[in-house]
């Protein structure tokens, strides 16, 4: 499909409505599996059923900008749906915002994003799709970039877009309205993000935009927007914001709490198996392709009885085979019960130090296992250091000449050989 800056328009909505077999019940069922909403409900239950009755696929639209180089479990969550719906045949694309990128999308924040350089949103978006097809079937999805119909606009095409929309109607978003009355600054480019995001809908005759909960108002944006182009107005479907690892806070790097989607496998089901009994449930809602039927199950036997790290064994093997292997995800349990029983990885880096004899904090720091000196002393200090599996107490401690395993917390481990 090539987009032009007036995209032709589609047919309305056809007023009659069309009933909905079981195909179509359980694709809705499906659809809403985990969702925060679904917008408009009824109206896509009858896209479903007019693409069943006509086997066209329906056009399902997911827009990232490569504002990080690395994806992790968190962003995975919009992807899990989107696999979803290209397993039941629907046309998904795969749309990477390099011409939003610039602008910076200012959704959920209190202050102006720096817009990205051409060359960080290049570098960022070549691993983007690679890393994406670890959850889409890349032999079914459609891949654009919002440059291509965004750029040709120009600044005539750019204004008359922006005819289309209000400052009041801008105004009612959630953030613009508290920086406003903070006296935060707001610049006039900000408000050219929703609009070119809604544009892409109107670009790629979306019926269907995915996106977080903090999107929501991009999303309606588009759906207005299709409306002024003469389209059939897209529904919107937002996925709940998934918590780290702290079970807090939003899954984020710079939070530390995430599961990064390319980590080694052992640290990958290490880290599953970390979160707590409760937030277990709702990693299966939003990351496992489980069916609702077995998730079911697994509540109803943890009600009677059975023990929950069973269950979340499951679901820390099924993660690590969708991104990495089936046998890798048998591997990381074996790795796992083993050092559950105070046994050492085998996989655990190798390195060769010198200055015996040396601090224990700087021996730490050295072998980067702890940041810094302070930091390995108060690993000592909680008892969370061993060297070949003895705690360590003595933040004086002075380690001769040898090779042995050093282990901070539970995950970081190394085989030093220490000369003098």
Same mark, same amino acid.
């Given at each position: ?17 069309? %009933? ?13 599996? @985990? ?10 239950? #009858? !896209?479903?059923?007019?693409? *069943? ?8 639209k997911l827009g990232l ?19 979803? =719906? #290209? ?9 990477? &915002? ?11 924040? +209190? ?12 570098? +960022?978006?070549?691993? /983007? ?25 120009? $600044?005539? &095409? ?13 105004? *009612? ?8 009355? $903070? ?9 050219? /993000? ?27 944006? @588009? ?5 002024? /182009?003469?389209?059939?107005? #897209? ?7 998934? *918590? ?13 709490? /995430? ?5 080694? $496998? ?33 509540? !109803? ?7 929950p790290r069973d269950i ?14 089936? #046998? ?13 029983? &105070? ?5 655990? %880096? ?8 040396? &601090?224990i904090g700087q021996l ?11 930091? $390995? ?19 004086? =401690? ?23």
């Open positions: 499909m090539t987009s032009t800056a007036n995209p032709t328009p589609v047919s309305s909505t056809p007023n009659q409505l069309l %009933p909905l077999s079981d195909a179509v019940q359980h694709a809705l069922a499906v659809a809403k599996r @985990g969702v925060d909403e679904l917008l408009i409900e009824s109206e896509f239950a #009858q !896209k479903l059923a007019r693409s *069943e009755q006509s086997g066209v696929p329906l056009r399902i900008d490569p504002t990080a180089p690395d994806l992790h479990l968190g962003h995975t969550v919009v992807l899990n749906k989107m696999r979803q =719906l #290209q397993d039941l045949g629907h046309t998904v694309i795969f749309l990477i &915002g390099d011409f939003t990128s610039m602008i910076g999308d200012p959704s959920g924040r +209190n202050a102006t994003r720096p817009p990205l350089t051409r060359e960080q949103i290049e570098d +960022n978006a070549q691993t /983007y799709f690679k890393q994406a097809s670890l959850v889409l079937d890349a032999s079914k999805t459609e891949i654009r970039y919002n440059s291509e119909w965004c750029d040709p606009l120009g $600044a005539r &095409g750019m204004i008359q877009l922006s005819s289309k929309y209000t400052v009041a109607r801008m105004m *009612e978003r959630d953030d613009f309205t508290k920086r406003f009355k $903070a006296g935060t600054p707001i610049s006039v480019h900000e408000f050219l /993000y929703p609009l070119m995001q809604g544009y892409d809908s109107v670009a790629l005759k979306s019926d269907l935009e995915l996106g977080g909960t903090d999107q929501k108002f991009n999303l309606l944006v @588009g759906r207005e927007l299709q409306k002024d /182009y003469g389209q059939e107005p #897209q529904c919107i479907l937002t996925m709940p914001l998934l *918590e780290g690892l702290d079970g807090v806070e939003k899954m984020s790097k710079s939070k530390n709490n /995430y599961i990064a989607i390319t980590e080694p $496998a052992n640290t990958m089901f290490a880290k599953v198996m970390s979160i707590s009994d409760e937030m277990m449930w709702k990693y299966y809602d939003l990351l496992s392709f489980t069916s609702i039927e077995q998730i079911a199950g697994y509540k !109803k036997a943890v009600a009677e009885g059975q023990n979340k064994v499951a679901l820390a093997q099924e993660i690590v085979a969708r991104f990495h292997s089936k #046998q890798a995800g048998e591997d990381a349990l074996a790795d796992f019960v083993n050092r559950s029983k &105070g046994g050492i990885p085998d996989d655990i %880096p190798e390195l060769s130090l010198s200055g015996a004899p040396v &601090g730490l720091k050295q072998a980067n296992l702890c940041a810094s000196t302070s930091e $390995a002393l108060r690993m000592v200090e909680q008892g969370g250091v061993r060297i070949d599996s003895v705690v360590i107490s003595d933040k004086g =401690l002075k380690v001769e000449a040898g090779t042995f395993v050093l282990q901070v917390g539970k995950r970081k481990f190394a085989r030093v050989t220490l000369s003098a």
